[in-house]
């Protein structure tokens, strides 16, 4: 037997609205726990100069969300987990990395930093490396993303780096990108 249940809104106990619809099959979800929040993206706007072999904190100046004002686009370029927002979340990061000459990139390195060092759990590992030391050349992008579980306070940093043949350093060009999102958990 099937039966099908029409209603505008659908709410807990103590009758707080936790899910609505507008008549037309647009649903909005009021309940915090089931939105997919905090949400962050930032970009690069400009090159920024990278030394050779250096770990480098990417400078994410350019947000293009950031759902609970959680990340800092303009002096410490982290996202910070907010008040009542601790959980599991996706990270992504997207690195270019340019050495500026022809065939010189050995090496290329990105790293997702909680809290001040690299992010490492007996599943995850919060970093990538390319090589090209048999056949150096002049740019690339390198992506790390991981699932991590985050505490109030926890701070998550984008850093990359860079090995050139001539050891003359480089670049992270503007196709770079930092973003991450809490699960519904």
């Not at 090159?47 to 947000?63: G, R």
């Amino acid at each position: 037997m099937a039966g099908i249940l029409k209603v505008d809104q659908y709410q807990d106990f103590n009758g707080n609205n936790i899910m609505t619809s507008d008549g037309s099959g647009n649903v909005t979800i009021n309940a915090a726990a089931m939105k997919n929040t905090p949400v962050f993206e930032a970009a690069i706007v400009s090159n920024q100069s990278v030394s050779d072999d250096t770990n480098t904190k990417a400078q994410f100046s350019s947000e293009i969300i950031d759902t609970d004002s959680a990340y800092d686009n303009s002096t410490n370029y982290r996202f910070t987990v907010p008040s009542g927002k601790a959980g599991t979340y996706y990270l992504f990061l997207k690195l270019q990395i340019d050495c500026e000459a022809n065939s010189n990139l050995d090496t290329a390195k990105a790293f997702i930093y909680k809290n001040g060092s690299v992010f490492s759990s007996p599943t995850n590992f919060g970093q990538s490396e390319i090589s090209f030391l048999s056949n150096p050349i002049r740019e690339t992008e390198i992506v790390v993303s991981i699932m991590a579980d985050l505490a109030v306070g926890d701070y998550i940093e984008a850093y990359g780096a860079m090995e050139a043949t001539d050891s003359s350093g480089g670049h992270f060009g503007s196709y770079s990108v930092f973003k991450g999102y809490k699960l519904i958990t």
